[in-house]
């Protein structure tokens, strides 16, 4: 689908990834609609979005209400008149080890990470068939293809949206409406000092700007492709432990074995 002209929604654009998103969107001629729970930090977003796009626009949100994102979708999707993007974005971490998870933190992040882009994808998908274009974009990441050490809940969230996806993308394959997973590695933002969090175990992996997720998203939106990384070689990481699982999980319980040596935790 060619992006410029169209519409797009971006849920969780107060910072990060979908701040960036959403004006590199902007720049390429998208009329956006972003939500967050953050205002302040929306407006700033919309204020740069709108520099390009003059009639985007913002709704605070805490998409962990679920009972109220069907409302809220049909919503947006009549003040941006159909939207044609949807970028299923928010998300929160959860580093902490299966061990010491809560319910509720299990409860939590599912709701924000699976849930809830789930809600709005069914939500707007009917409209998109019927008006014979849409694509929706999901950002996963590569814990739901890697399943790091401490970050269990994080990862079955992640994994849940990606299997998701690809079983909507068979679905949807003979239509006109298209499915699609980033996975990002480490991209420099407010995720790794959100509260309530353990320390991140991966700590030598090189990050990358928000902005470079901007190019992947557009040439897969372009282009039908349903899944990419960034870095790339991430998908060499996949295959190898889609190809030998065993071996995978020896070698990432050593890696673990190392990181926590190196930071006198018990091992
Ligand atoms: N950074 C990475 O290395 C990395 C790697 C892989 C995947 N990801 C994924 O990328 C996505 C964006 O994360 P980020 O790295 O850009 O971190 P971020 O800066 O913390 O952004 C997260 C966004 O999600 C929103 N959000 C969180 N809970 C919400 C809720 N209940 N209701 C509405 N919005 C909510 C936040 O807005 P408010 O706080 O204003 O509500 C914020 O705009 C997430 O899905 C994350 O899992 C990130």
Known sequence: MELAGRT????????????AIAEGLAARGMTVGICARRADRLAEVLERCQQHAPDSRMWVMDLSQLDDLPTFAMHADDELGGIDLLVNNAGIPKRRLATALRWDEIDHVMAVNYLSPVRLTLTLLPRMLERGRGAIYNIGSVAARMSPAGETAYSASKAALTAFAEGLAIELWDT?????????GIIETELFIHPDN??????????????????????????GQFEAYLPEWFADVASGKAANLQGYLAGAAEYWRIKRAERGEAV
């Open 176 to 184: 006109e409406v298209t499915v699609h997973v980033l996975h990002p």
């Open 8 to 19: 797009a929604l971006v849920t969780g654009a107060s910072s990060g990834i979908g701040a």
């Open 198 to 223: 353990d320390e991140s175990y991966a700590d030598d992996v090189e990050p990358l700007p928000p902005s470079a997720v901007v190019d992947t998203l557009v040439a897969q939106v372009e282009t």
